[in-house]
């Protein structure tokens, strides 16, 4: 016969296994922490410092025969090149956790979707040639930490811009902007400037003067992105979508 005290025994062991369940992988957790917190530290001291950022967007400019950007980013640019490449950008530390899942998931199952931030993206351009290795990856991330906590986001946005190619043979949002427009960059329109924003991911590929379907179709995804972040509402989307980018005869 099972007695009360049994029965008693038998409905408090599963919240003790829980528990015990439970400090076990608190436990586990704090060691995970510490371990990162560790090899961060170690990391932050071994890779370069990032003083030099601008510096070296400045070179790369030179070298390809770049002007740097005068006066302020332009807005409608910042907010469809953040749409459309980092979301979170003005809002994280230079690493998007949410980002930084989805990518590792990616390349655990083969499957690489992306997640790096604007951050990252420099920091590989400008210290790792755009390599795209292990050791690699793993440096971007820590020069992208390094790079927000140097460097104010304005300053960074305009980096990237500057250290951007825009295909046709543009390098940085100036030569781009003149290149493609006849226009500075304060100049742009919406369309202009939703089509800009489309071409970092493949810049030769989306060359409005060469393959002008491909760049429309890069352009809508632009706008579809400002449409989900709430930057503009659907049927101002579609208007700027018809409306003509007023592209120069190519050269």
């Known amino acids: 016969m099972v007695t009360s005290a049994a029965r008693s025994q038998d409905r408090a062991a599963p919240p003790r296994r829980a528990l015990t369940a439970l400090r076990r992988f608190g436990r586990a957790l704090a060691a995970l922490v510490v371990t990162l917190a560790v090899l961060l530290g170690i990391a932050w001291v071994v890779t370069p410092s990032v003083d030099d950022a601008q510096q070296r967007v400045s070179a790369e400019l030179a070298a390809n025969g770049g002007t740097p950007l005068q006066g302020d980013v332009p807005d409608d640019l910042a907010q469809a090149l953040i749409a459309t490449e980092d979301s979170r950008f003005e809002h994280h530390i230079g690493i998007d956790a949410i980002g930084a899942v989805r990518a590792g998931w990616g390349a ?13 993206q420099l920091a590989k351009n400008l210290y790792a040639g755009g390599r795209q290795g292990v050791a690699d990856r793993v440096q971007s991330v820590v020069l992208a930490l390094k790079l927000d906590a140097a460097w104010s986001k304005d300053q960074l ?17 100036t030569a781009a902007t003149e290149g493609y427009f006849g226009v500075e960059p304060a100049d742009l329109s919406w369309p202009q400037a939703t089509l800009l924003a489309g071409l970092f991911q493949a810049p030769s590929a989306y060359d409005p003067f060469l393959h002008p379907d491909m760049a429309a179709t890069r352009q809508a995804h632009v706008l579809d992105r400002l449409v989900a972040v709430g930057t503009l509402s659907r049927t101002e989307a579609d208007a700027i979508g018809v409306e003509s980018w007023d592209l120069l005869p190519a050269a």
């Open 157 to 173: 946005l305009r980096m990237y811009l500057d250290d951007g190619y825009y295909g046709h043979g543009f390098y940085g949002l």
């Open 108 to 120: 655990l199952t083969g499957n690489d979707v992306g997640g790096s931030t604007l951050d990252q």
